[in-house]
């Protein structure tokens, strides 16, 4: 076979037939396999002078970003829950979209039997004063039940979704958060709630003062300290501690999304409620990706126009749904 | 003064252990894309020749001893990472005369072959120093000190006995010829 005609096949000009005939000589000797290894190797070596590395500083960034999304990850635990996450987020995206009332109205207070419930849609919060002069932020997309008046011994609310509590002190009738798997006892003290019931965990981060977390009657109650996250699993009905910058959690009250090594699935979930949009993602490897990044009270455009910037990513807006795509 | 764009020199391999930004900048600068081109030439698949490069320094980041060759430590990482992924695809489909299979075998072999394989790193590495070493003598010398060997403008001055405002222009210079000569550094820093 002729020398041309296997540079040909190294660069990839020949039809299927032809590249078969010399994919045939090339293994019907050593010697051939040989004098093909060196014509590959020149060609390759001659041509790297064609290659640019204009796009560098792209590849770059991702590269940081991967680096620092390594350091202290504990890839096993991550890897769990991120199928977790992704096997429930497909099932959550093929269902059709419910409209519900309340998303034309902001924030219902719905009263019965002295209970009042006070019910956040997507896109918006609402600060509730409770009966004991107790400051409650309910994040969007949130329901918080609570009595007209606290009975003498406890204060008792239940909360479906995200709130920041900042909770009068009184010894003699401690306040309980009922977020259904996990409840939370306190004395006094300012705290975040996050437990949607269509997350994969329920997050209590303390900010000031001591928090009990209490899993079931049968378990010790889990003490917080300051800046210090409980996070239930649900699917492991599992409670583990985490230290976190507290003001980073409860940035929402601001109107700011903070995401750390966040996967792209919750970062959506996050960016739903908050905006009030659908976003599809048919692509398993960003649901997978993980975003680390901060949006500081930017309209939903602006948002994506940073991911777009900041991450292989790419969007489309298709009958009013955001459909993202891996870049 | 000859100065050799050396990327073997300390200081850069230094840069490199200490994991600082400029050197990995500048390593994705003129390494990235070469290295993709040698990977895609030999797995034939560009998705995970690139996810390949992507792993080659992220291997370099974990890696804190490399104390001499640079090019020819980033070559080997790259040229194992290869091989495995070969050693793996020649493997998988078993199916009697599948052509996939049959191409990644005869790519291993090739890649396989020291002394083709040194050819390759041997012109990688005249492709990464022909980069700086087209510029003028006086431009380079500027340019290497500040961009590879990662000295201040101050000590260039010392060094060279030339003054910080010589070594802005010269270092824009630098970067404006290689902006004609070489596409490679056209956002270089």
């Given at each position: 076979?002729?020398?041309?005609?296997?540079i040909?096949?190294?660069?990839?000009?020949?039809?299927?037939?032809?590249?078969?005939?010399?994919?045939?000589?090339?293994?019907?000797?050593s010697?051939?396999?040989?004098k093909?290894?060196?014509?590959?190797?020149?060609?390759?070596?001659a041509?790297?002078?064609?290659?640019?590395g204009?796009d560098?500083?792209?590849?770059?960034?991702?590269?940081t970003q991967?680096v620092?999304?390594k350091q202290?990850?504990?890839?096993?635990?991550?890897?769990?829950s991120?199928?977790?996450?992704?096997?429930?987020l497909i099932?959550?995206?093929?269902?059709?979209?419910?409209?519900?009332e309340?998303t034309e109205?902001?924030?219902?207070?719905?009263?019965?039997?002295?209970i009042?419930n006070?019910?956040?849609?997507k896109?918006?919060?609402?600060e509730?004063?409770?009966?004991?002069?107790s400051?409650?932020?309910?994040?969007?997309?949130?329901?918080?039940?609570?009595?007209?008046?606290?009975?003498?011994?406890?204060r008792?609310?239940?909360?479906?979704?995200?709130?920041?509590?900042?909770?009068?002190?009184d010894?003699?009738?401690?306040?309980l958060?009922?977020a259904?798997?996990?409840?939370?006892?306190?004395?006094?003290?300012?705290?975040?709630?996050?437990?949607y019931?269509?997350?994969?965990k329920?997050?209590?981060?303390?900010?000031?003062?001591?928090?009990e977390?209490i899993?079931?009657?049968?378990?010790?109650?889990?003490?917080?300290?300051?800046s210090?996250?409980?996070?239930?699993?649900?699917?492991?009905?599992?409670?583990?501690i985490?230290?976190?910058?507290?003001?980073?959690?409860?940035?929402?009250?601001?109107?700011?999304?903070?995401?750390?090594?966040?996967?792209?699935?919750?970062?959506?979930?996050?960016?739903?409620?908050?905006?009030?949009?659908?976003?599809?993602?048919?692509?398993?490897?960003?649901?997978?990706?993980?975003?680390?990044?901060?949006?500081?009270?930017?309209?939903?455009i602006?948002?994506?126009?940073?991911?777009?910037?900041?991450?292989?990513?790419?969007?489309?807006?298709?009958?009013?749904?955001v459909?993202?795509?891996?870049? | 003064m000859?100065?050799?764009?050396?990327?073997?020199?300390?200081?850069?391999?230094?840069?490199?252990?200490?994991?600082?930004?400029?050197?990995?900048?500048?390593?994705?600068?003129?390494y990235?894309a070469k290295?993709?081109?040698?990977?895609?030439?030999?797995?034939s698949?560009?998705?995970d020749?690139?996810?390949?490069?992507?792993?080659?320094?992220v291997k370099?980041?974990?890696?804190?001893t490399?104390?001499?060759?640079?090019?020819?430590?980033?070559y080997?990482v790259?040229r194992?990472?290869?091989?495995?992924?070969?050693?793996?695809k020649?493997?998988?489909l078993?199916i009697?005369?599948?052509?996939?299979?049959?191409?990644?075998?005869?790519?291993?072999?090739?890649?396989?072959?020291?002394?083709?394989?040194?050819?390759?790193?041997?012109?990688?590495?005249?492709?990464?120093l022909?980069?700086?070493?087209?510029?003028?003598?006086?431009c380079?010398n500027?340019?290497?000190?500040?961009?590879?060997?990662?000295?201040?403008?101050?000590?260039i001055?010392?060094?060279?006995?030339i003054?910080?405002?010589?070594i802005?222009?010269?270092?824009?210079?630098?970067?404006?010829?290689?902006?004609?000569?070489?596409?490679?550094?056209?956002?270089?820093?």
């Amino acid at each position: 076979m002729q020398e041309k005609q296997i540079i040909k096949f190294i660069k990839g000009e020949l039809t299927v037939d032809e590249r078969q005939k010399a994919i045939k000589w090339i293994r019907s000797s050593s010697e051939n396999q040989a004098k093909f290894n060196l014509l590959k190797a020149t060609h390759i070596g001659a041509t790297f002078i064609d290659t640019s590395g204009d796009d560098s500083a792209i590849y770059y960034k991702r590269f940081t970003q991967k680096v620092k999304s390594k350091q202290g990850y504990k890839y096993i635990s991550a890897i769990a829950s991120l199928i977790v996450i992704s096997i429930f987020l497909i099932n959550y995206f093929d269902q059709p979209v419910e409209k519900t009332e309340i998303t034309e109205i902001p924030t219902t207070d719905i009263i019965e039997k002295n209970i009042i419930n006070t019910v956040t849609s997507k896109g918006v919060k609402s600060e509730v004063i409770l009966p004991d002069g107790s400051k409650v932020i309910l994040n969007a997309d949130s329901k918080l039940t609570y009595p007209k008046k606290f009975s003498d011994s406890t204060r008792n609310v239940t909360l479906i979704g995200e709130a920041f509590f900042d909770i009068e002190h009184d010894s003699n009738r401690p306040f309980l958060v009922d977020a259904n798997e996990i409840k939370i006892r306190v004395l006094g003290t300012t705290f975040n709630v996050k437990s949607y019931s269509k997350d994969e965990k329920i997050e209590t981060t303390l900010v000031s003062g001591k928090v009990e977390l209490i899993k079931d009657l049968d378990t010790t109650p889990l003490e917080l300290a300051p800046s210090q996250k409980g996070v239930f699993y649900k699917s492991q009905n599992k409670l583990k501690i985490e230290e976190v910058n507290s003001s980073n959690i409860i940035a929402w009250k601001e109107g700011t999304l903070i995401f750390k090594n966040t996967s792209m699935s919750q970062v959506a979930i996050d960016l739903e409620r908050k905006y009030n949009v659908n976003f599809i993602i048919n692509s398993q490897k960003l649901l997978n990706y993980e975003y680390t990044g901060t949006f500081d009270n930017l309209s939903i455009i602006e948002v994506l126009d940073l991911l777009v910037i900041s991450s292989p990513i790419k969007y489309v807006i298709k009958d009013e749904k955001v459909i993202l795509e891996m870049n | 003064m000859e100065t050799r764009a050396d990327l073997n020199n300390g200081i850069f391999l230094n840069l490199v252990n200490e994991k600082s930004a400029i050197a990995f900048q500048l390593m994705f600068k003129l390494y990235r894309a070469k290295l993709l081109h040698f990977a895609y030439s030999y797995i034939s698949n560009k998705q995970d020749a690139e996810e390949i490069i992507q792993d080659v320094f992220v291997k370099i980041w974990k890696t804190n001893t490399i104390h001499t060759n640079f090019n020819g430590f980033i070559y080997k990482v790259t040229r194992n990472a290869c091989l495995d992924y070969l050693r793996k695809k020649k493997l998988t489909l078993n199916i009697e005369n599948n052509f996939q299979q049959i191409e990644a075998s005869i790519n291993y072999n090739a890649l396989a072959d020291d002394s083709a394989s040194k050819i390759i790193e041997n012109e990688l590495e005249d492709a990464i120093l022909n980069a700086v070493e087209y510029l003028p003598e006086k431009c380079k010398n500027v340019f290497v000190k500040s961009r590879i060997e990662g000295l201040s403008h101050k000590e260039i001055s010392k060094e060279l006995n030339i003054s910080t405002k010589t070594i802005e222009n010269q270092i824009t210079k630098a970067l404006k010829q290689m902006r004609l000569r070489l596409s490679d550094f056209l956002t270089l820093l």
